[in-house]
C-alpha cells in the first residue's frame, strides 16, 4: 500500500536543514564506534537516508560503496551530502526490490514516521538488504515531525526476531553521556544480526554480553528532561487561557467604559498614564479596606 499522505511536502527543505547539523555531529561520534564493532564494513545502505548526513560520515570513515533510499524531497532541494547517484527515491511502507546486499543496513529515527502495518515491512526491507543492522526508532511520547507510530525498542526487537535477527545493545552504554550525539540516538539505537552477521561482529563488542539481561525499554534523562518540563508553546497556551478569561470575565467588560475614557483622554502619554494607574490602584486599596471593616470578618469567608 503506498503512503496516503504527501512526502514531500512534509519531509521538505526546512525538516532536512532542522536536523542536518545535529546527525553530522551525531554521526561523527557513532560511526567510527559502529566500524569498530563490525570491522569489515565496505558497503552501507541507508533506510530513510535524509539528506544523506550519516552516509557521509562512513564514506568520511572509508567506506566506498554507500545509498541511500527515501521518498523526502532533499534530493530535489540539492541539500544531499552524497553523490546523486547515491541516492534513490523510495516508498519505504512498500517492498524495496533491490537485487543487492551489503554489509550493514542503518535505519535510524525512521520507522515511527510510517503507518503501523507498513512496520513489518520496513523490516523485511532492512533484512533483506544487510544481515547487520544499525536500527533505531521513537518511543512513545517522544514527538516530532509526523511520527503516527512510535513504539518501545522490544516491539522492535520481536519483529526483527521474527526474521531470525538477533538484537545486540553494544552501542547506547558507549555513547549513554556524549552530549555530542543527539539524546535520541542515545536511547534508541540498537545493533541486529542475523546467524551469519554474528561471525562478523568483533568478540570484544559483545565479550560478556547477554541481551536477556539488558533492559531495552528505556528513557534517556535527557528527553525526560524535555518532555516533563513546561515547553514555551504550553507557556504560550498557559498564558493564552488566561488571556481568554480575563477577557470574558464580568469586571473587564463592566471596566470597557472607563478604558475607552481613560484612552481617549490620556492617549500615549506614559507620565499621565503611570499617574492615573497610581490613583486607580489607591483608590481599589481605600475601597477594599473600607469594605473589609464594614463587613467584618465574616467577608473573608
Request: proline share 4%; with cysteine.
Amino acid at each position: 500500500m503506498a503512503m496516503q499522505y504527501d512526502v514531500k511536502a512534509i519531509y521538505d527543505r526546512a525538516f532536512f536543514a532542522d536536523q542536518a547539523s545535529g546527525s553530522s555531529r551525531s554521526a561523527r561520534i557513532v560511526v567510527p564506534l559502529v566500524m569498530r564493532i563490525v570491522p569489515d564494513v565496505r558497503s552501507v545502505v541507508d533506510i530513510g537516508c535524509g539528506a544523506g548526513s550519516w552516509l557521509a560520515q562512513f564514506k568520511q570513515a572509508g567506506v566506498p560503496r554507500v545509498l541511500g533510499l527515501d521518498g523526502g524531497a532533499a534530493a530535489e532541494d540539492d541539500q544531499l551530502e552524497i553523490e546523486p547517484q547515491e541516492f534513490r527515491v523510495a516508498n519505504l511502507e512498500g517492498d524495496i526490490d533491490l537485487e543487492d546486499s551489503f554489509d550493514l543496513c542503518v535505519c535510524l529515527e525512521v520507522a515511527e514516521h510510517l503507518t503501523e502495518h507498513a512496520a513489518p515491512v520496513i523490516v523485511r526491507n532492512i533484512c533483506k538488504l544487510s544481515d547487520v543492522v544499525l536500527f533505531s526508532a521513537a518511543i512513545p511520547g517522544q514527538g516530532g515531525t509526523h511520527h503516527v507510530n512510535e513504539r518501545w525498542p522490544s516491539y522492535w526487537v520481536d519483529l526483527f526476531a521474527s526474521a531470525g535477527y538477533e538484537v545486540l545493545d553494544v552501542v547506547r552504554g558507549r555513547i549513554w553521556n556524549d552530549e555530542r550525539v543527539e539524546w535520541w540516538y542515545r536511547q534508541n539505537l540498537l545493533l541486529f544480526a542475523s546467524k551469519t552477521g554474528l561471525s562478523r561482529i568483533a568478540p570484544s563488542a559483545v565479550a560478556g554480553h547477554d541481551s536477556r539481561f539488558v533492559p531495552l525499554d528505556i528513557v534517556h534523562p535527557a528527553c525526560f528532561e524535555v518532555y516533563h518540563r513546561p515547553s514555551e508553546l504550553y507557556q504560550l497556551q498557559q498564558y493564552n487561557q488566561s488571556l481568554q478569561q480575563i477577557l470574558n470575565s464580568t469586571s473587564w467588560k463592566l471596566t470597557s467604559p472607563l478604558r475607552w475614557v481613560i484612552a481617549r483622554v490620556i492617549g500615549n502619554d506614559e507620565i499621565r498614564r503611570r499617574k492615573l494607574h497610581a490613583v486607580v490602584r489607591l483608590g481599589w486599596s481605600f475601597v477594599s479596606l473600607k469594605f473589609l471593616r464594614r463587613s467584618g470578618p465574616r467577608a473573608l469567608l
